[in-house]
């Protein structure tokens, strides 16, 4: 199995949430909170690799272009 595949997106996307109110609330000292950012950082790190889909485009196909093509 991957890095990829054992990421928790959800999971990651709550704790990121839980970094940005901890640092909102602004009770956490420098350290801390240098701490948290470089957390956060490498965090969203993985997840733009995970979800990484490649240049974005686009591509159509209809039912007629899989004629043949599936199998089970």
Known sequence: MSQRDD???GGTIDRLEEIAETL??????LETAKELREEAD???TMLR???DVGDGDIIEIDGDELD?????
């Open 7 to 9: 990421v928790d997106i």
């Open 24 to 29: 909102e609330d602004g009770e956490v000292g």
């Open 42 to 44: 490498e965090k969203l």
């Open 49 to 51: 690799d995970t979800l």
């Open 68 to 72: 043949g093509e599936i199998t089970e």
